[in-house]
Antibody, heavy 121, light 110 residues
């Protein structure tokens, strides 16, 4: 059974960089055919796709966030990461990592439990 | 890209059927057979309940079904149960390897 677990600071100061890591267990991140996603949910609001990375390092980002987002993968640790720069209060949200089937990228079949990140001084 | 359009809320009584719509454009829902639906209970992560418009993952009740017509996808829940009370989100492929979510629909079981 594949499991995903987000980790990282729960509090980030405005203008700084948000950094989160997702650890995958129960399966290898290098198993072909998957995209590893980050999705966020503002408090009491809907889901927003941030982007994804493949185990080879190829990425695709939400156009609205592209200038501030970067993702990386560490296959030796079975982890992938998100960095979002120049954060503001508007970036306060629950951040989820999720696995998508590569052939049908909208099939997000495994999700982490989510981690709340608050942007505040 | 704007979020896909879903009704903010729907309700139904136990045993009834309800349908949640998800309206997009010819650039997303209307152009691809790649719509998925997620159920989210309070404080929990979303759970995949429908993928590729009509398919159900193993373990998901057959009371959940999906369909699509033109730019609108739909999720139908038959034989409503109290445990179905949750938020529901649609998701569509939007081209160029990007995904788009709906705004979410809160289902209340009366």
């Amino acid at each position: 059974q594949v499991q995903l677990q987000e980790s990282g600071p729960g509090l980030v100061k405005p203008s700084q960089t948000l950094s989160l890591t997702c650890t995958v267990s129960g399966g290898s991140i290098t198993s072909g055919g998957y995209f590893w996603n980050w999705i966020r949910q503002h408090p009491g609001k809907g889901l927003e796709w941030i982007g994804y990375i493949s185990y080879t390092g190829s990425t695709n980002y939400n156009v609205s966030l592209k200038s501030r987002v970067s993702m990386s993968v560490d296959t030796s640790k079975n982890q992938f990461s998100l960095k979002m720069s120049s954060v503001t209060a508007a970036d306060t949200a629950i951040y989820y990592c999720a696995r998508a089937l590569g052939a049908t990228v909208t099939t997000l079949d495994y999700w982490g439990q989510g981690t709340l990140v608050t942007v505040s001084s | 890209q704007s979020a896909l359009t879903q009704p903010a809320s729907v309700s139904g009584s136990p045993g009834q059927s309800i349908t949640i719509s998800c309206t997009g454009t010819t650039s997303d829902v209307g152009n691809y057979h790649l719509v998925s639906w997620y159920q989210q209970h309070p404080g929990k992560a979303p759970k995949l309940i429908i993928y590729e418009v009509t398919k159900r993952p193993s373990g998901v009740s057959n009371r959940f079904s999906g369909s699509k017509s033109g730019n609108t996808a739909s999720l139908t829940i038959s034989g409503l149960q109290a445990e179905d009370e949750a938020d529901y989100y649609c998701c569509s492929y939007a081209g160029r390897f990007t995904l788009l979510f709906g705004g979410g629909t809160r289902l209340t079981v009366l």
